[in-house]
């Protein structure tokens, strides 16, 4: 069974570029859950996707938005891109949200 | 707000000493989980414990979560070099709609040193 696959696994964009990152879920999982890990902040929450809506939305601003496909395959954005955003962005899906997440290897984003 | 503090944040033991690292808040909890993360990877699960005074066991690592489902803490017996990465606890707690949102902690970075 194919684990949590992300692409890409590094990007470096400069601030107010937009940037799409993809996640495509163990298969028979519906929920996909975004999370921002950074050394000061650890993980924090972005937003959970179940059955292509938003489940669940985290403390983080309109520049960051998401999307979950009928496969359950799922996208996050971010747009207008701050230093700050600078973060490992991890994916993680499960089956229906909140018990055990299967992690993928997240995307590196470097803003510069 | 729910929050989870972990100690120590970072921690450094020779081989075959033995450690504990606690995860504490002052919300309850539905479950508490604990990851392991590796350089360069995203975690991985290790347990999940769901009553209060629960104790579980895996090979050398022992968790446990505390009668009022706000604390938990994870002892490795006999570090081996294998063990070293970052802890992360989790609690679950209910957001609705069937599902159920993860707090985590921001870790305990574990180094076994051979």
């Known amino acids: 069974k194919a684990g949590v696959t992300q692409t890409p696994r590094y990007l470096i964009k400069t601030r107010g570029q937009q940037v799409t990152l993809s996640c495509s879920p163990i298969?028979?999982?519906?929920?996909v859950s975004w999370y921002q890990q950074t050394p000061g902040q650890g993980l924090q929450f972005l937003f959970e996707?179940?059955?292509?809506?938003?489940?669940n939305k985290g403390n983080f601003p309109g520049r960051f938005s998401g999307r979950q496909f009928s496969n359950s395959r799922s996208e996050m954005n971010v747009s207008t891109l701050e230093l700050g955003d600078s973060a490992l962005y991890l994916c993680?899906?499960?089956?229906?949200?909140?018990?055990?997440?299967?992690f993928g290897s997240g995307t590196q984003l470097s803003v510069l | 707000t729910q929050l989870l503090e972990q100690s120590p944040q970072f921690l450094s033991i020779q081989e075959g000493e033995n450690l504990t690292v606690y995860c504490n808040s002052s919300?309850?909890?539905?479950?508490l989980q604990w990851y392991r993360q590796e350089p360069g990877e995203g975690p991985v699960l290790l347990v999940t414990?769901?009553?209060?005074?629960e104790v579980k066991k895996l090979k050398r690592l022992t968790f446990q979560f505390g009668d009022a489902r706000k604390d938990s803490s994870l002892h490795i017996t006999a570090a081996q070099p294998g063990d070293t990465g970052l802890y992360l606890c989790?609690?679950?707690?209910?957001?609705?709609?069937?599902?159920?949102?993860?707090?985590f902690g921001k870790g305990t970075k574990l180094s076994v040193i051979p």
């Open positions: 919300s309850v909890f539905s479950s």
């Open positions: 993680a899906s499960s089956l229906r949200g909140g018990e055990k997440l299967f």
């Open positions: 989790a609690g679950a707690a209910y957001s609705g709609a069937g599902s159920y949102q993860l707090t």
């Open positions: 996707y179940f059955s292509e809506t938003q489940r």
């Open positions: 298969s028979g999982h519906r929920s």
């Open positions: 414990v769901v009553t209060g005074g």
